[in-house]
């Protein structure tokens, strides 16, 4: 099965796969499928990539104090009402003394229907919440317009990169097990066309995720990025790279 085409279809299964939701023999048959194929191991990457940056990117969203005044209002009430309770319970000279209990059942009883108002008050609450923090969880999503698989000289995937347009900015997540030790860094490259002299975009730290400022017109400009082991730090741009060059790829423009 081609998965690279519809290109619909591949984005809604690496959306399921990243969210969880595609499970069971689908999820093993999308494994073996991304193992050898870089565009369906990328679409997978990216759209967890989108996924886990969404808790990074959330603002804090305060709640009006209206609304805690709210709740504490209710279980201040419900807390009266068990209270009450408990005092005609043990005021009552035979176990069996709550008549009104008797002949209305627990369909009259006022405690009860209070504590469900104020259960289905807290839930409207919380869905609210939950609703203004999605809202801006998609608002502040990354604009992904630019991909590329950043592969050794095996093919296997070691560097995702993204470019946000909108944000100017160059988002680098490892996916392989390499490590260039202590005294050493890795430097990422813009290998321009036409056989002009490599550009430096930046040197990565030992994190899992890097975030480098570029904009779309450099980008635009770059068919294939590389990364190199350089000495700790980098080297200067104009030297271009000094050490040996692990990882490669073109940059792509996606299309949806």
Do not use: C
């Amino acid at each position: 099965m081609n998965l690279a085409h519809p290109a619909e279809r591949l984005e809604l299964l690496a959306a399921s796969y990243a969210l969880g939701t595609l499970r069971g023999g689908a999820r093993r048959r999308f494994e073996t499928v991304a193992r050898d194929h870089a565009p369906v191991r990328a679409a997978a990457l990216i759209w967890q990539g989108r996924l886990s940056s969404l808790t990074e990117l959330e603002a804090d969203v305060v709640p009006d104090t209206a609304v805690w005044t709210r709740i504490r209002n209710m279980i201040d009430v419900e807390k009266s009402d068990q209270a009450l309770e408990r005092q005609r319970a043990a005021a009552a000279v035979q176990p069996v003394a709550v008549p009104a209990r008797a002949s209305g059942g627990w369909f009259r009883s006022l405690p009860l229907w209070r504590g469900a108002a104020a259960a289905g008050a807290l839930a409207t609450v919380v869905a609210v919440l939950v609703g203004v923090n999605l809202r801006n969880e998609l608002l502040n999503a990354p604009a992904i317009q630019y991909v590329a698989v950043l592969s050794d000289d095996k093919s296997a995937a070691s560097m995702l990169v993204t470019f946000d347009a909108g944000k100017r900015q160059l988002t680098l997540q490892r996916v392989g097990a390499y490590s260039e030790g202590q005294d050493k860094s890795l430097q990422l490259w813009a290998l321009p066309p036409g056989g002009a002299a490599p550009r430096s975009l930046g040197v990565l730290d030992n994190a899992p995720a890097l975030r480098l400022t570029a904009s779309e017109a450099d980008v635009r400009a770059v068919p294939t990025l590389a990364i190199s082991l350089e000495p700790k730090g980098g080297v200067p741009s104009e030297r271009g790279p000094t050490g040996p060059v692990l990882f490669k790829g073109a940059l792509i423009e996606k299309m949806l």
